[in-house]
């Protein structure tokens, strides 16, 4: 998680792969820290190891299930090719993380994870929250989506008639989880 605003988006989407058993490595980057704080009723400490106790607390998951970085937790497993990490989701992305990764800036673990992943050629979701975009802006996506990164934009559809914010928020993330591969039934399919 990024210092876009969307927050929302991030701890739904970490709701639904720990319901659903998957492992997660959760980075949260400082900027997100005072974002989560405007933004939702969720109170973080800025120590990685706090972070990962309140919310293995508040998920109701394991030791095994959900581990939380630093940002400059190098040894990290996301920070080396050498270990197997199938994806990464960088929900919400601002546009200054979302650039790093762009040029291969590497500056914080959260940048560098991403670099593993486009170096390994593994799947890279980034959710830009943004508005209006910029040509950097565009021209960043851009360049990432011609590395084979995913740009999934927090932009709710309406042809499921939302009757709240979460099933705003659902749609969006259940655009992820496709595609991460993960069924999910946070909405319904076109059609059904």
């Not at 939302?162 to 928020?169: E, G």
Request: hydrophobic letters at 45%; glycine letters at 8%; charged letters at 20%.
């Amino acid at each position: 998680m990024t210092g876009a605003s969307g927050a929302q988006y991030g701890f739904r989407l970490l709701e639904t792969l720990l319901q659903k058993n998957i492992r997660v490595y959760l980075m949260i980057s400082k900027a997100a820290q005072v974002v989560i704080g405007m933004e939702t009723d969720i109170k973080l400490s800025a120590r990685a190891g706090d972070m990962q106790k309140a919310l293995r607390e508040k998920y109701g998951c394991d030791a095994e299930q959900l581990q939380v970085f630093g940002e400059q937790e190098w040894t990290a497993p996301p920070a080396s090719g050498s270990n197997i990490i199938d994806a990464m989701v960088m929900c919400p992305c601002s546009m200054g993380a979302l650039s790093a990764v762009a040029t291969g800036a590497s500056n914080n673990l959260i940048e560098r994870a991403a670099d593993v992943m486009l170096k390994e050629r593994k799947k890279l979701i980034v959710v830009p929250r943004e508005s209006p975009y910029s040509d950097i802006h565009l021209e960043n996506m851009l360049k990432l989506s011609r590395m084979g990164t995913v740009i999934v934009d927090a932009n709710p559809g309406f042809y499921h008639s939302p009757a709240s914010i979460d099933d705003l928020v659902d749609f969006v993330v259940a655009k992820v989880l496709d595609q991460l591969q993960v069924e999910h039934g946070l909405m319904p399919r076109w059609g059904e």
